[in-house]
């Protein structure tokens, strides 16, 4: 059993910058997905960074170029790194991480953009 603890949420304004970090309770080898996903209230949850077990990259549009994702295996955390944000980027943002195909997921964080 993985617990995922996400923190580094907060209220920034916008064009600011913050950093998502998610530190597993148990150990996370390089070949584990791992990925950061955001919801606000009657929306579905939405992918905005993955790394795959090969080691790819993946980001939506919407925040392509402003939020990047990084990994610390000896750690066992997950970082987001989220740039230029904007009011739409508000949401709570869960991290992932997939072991053995099972999805464990932290219980997220709030992030809040407004001036």
């Known amino acids: 059993q993985v617990q995922l603890v996400e923190s580094g949420g907060g209220l920034v304004q916008p064009g600011g910058s913050l950093r998502l970090s998610c530190v597993a309770s148990g150990t996370i080898f390089s070949w584990n997905p791992v990925g950061w996903y955001r919801q606000v209230p009657g929306k579905q949850r939405e992918l905005v960074a993955g790394?795959?077990?090969?080691?790819?990259?993946n980001y939506p549009n919407s925040v392509k170029g402003r939020f990047t994702i990084s990994r610390d295996n000896a750690k066992n955390t997950i970082y987001l790194q989220m740039n230029s944000l904007s009011p739409d980027d508000t949401a709570v943002y869960y991290c992932?991480?997939?072991?053995?195909?099972?999805?464990?997921w932290g219980q997220g964080t709030q992030v809040t953009v407004s001036s």
């Open positions: 992932n991480v997939v072991i053995a195909l099972i999805n464990y």
């Open positions: 790394i795959s077990g090969s080691g790819r990259v």
